[in-house]
């Protein structure tokens, strides 16, 4: 059984790393907790449908906040580009933050951080 992820919906708030004043950063957001473990297809599953809900309900920028995150599974990651996708082609986006080290090297050596943008800034 899947656990509820927490969701934060930050209305124009800015990122730590976001500096001067773009419409991008003043617009909606959603950050969504994503749990320790990513490779249950149900958890899997669920955050999609999150995602999705979050995306229909016009929020444009959706950050996957990745602190507690310390393994996920190709499936995941494919629903992930996915909802990038989606996203960006009404001029939005799907960030991953606060990805751990190990996690980080992973995604970075099959190049997953070309397709979703691993960001640096942590979310406040």
Same mark, same amino acid.
């Given at each position: ?5 927490? @969701?934060?919906? *930050? ?39 999150? *995602? ?19 393994? @996920? ?36 050596? *099959?190049?997953?951080?070309? *397709? ?9």
């Amino acid at each position: 059984m899947h656990k509820n992820f927490p @969701t934060l919906t *930050i209305p124009g708030k800015k990122l730590a790393s976001e500096e001067g004043g773009s419409s991008m950063s003043q617009a909606p957001r959603t950050a969504i907790v994503v749990p320790e473990q990513l490779y249950d297809q149900e958890q899997v599953d669920y955050l999609r449908t999150k *995602i999705e809900i979050v995306r229909q309900s016009g929020v444009s920028h959706i950050h996957l906040d990745f602190e507690k995150c310390k393994a @996920t599974s190709v499936y995941a990651l494919s629903i992930l580009s996915n909802a990038h996708d989606k996203l960006a082609e009404t001029g939005g986006s799907l960030g991953l933050h606060n990805v751990k080290p190990p996690l980080q090297e992973i995604l970075k050596s *099959i190049m997953f951080d070309l *397709i979703v943008p691993l960001q640096d800034s942590k979310l406040e």
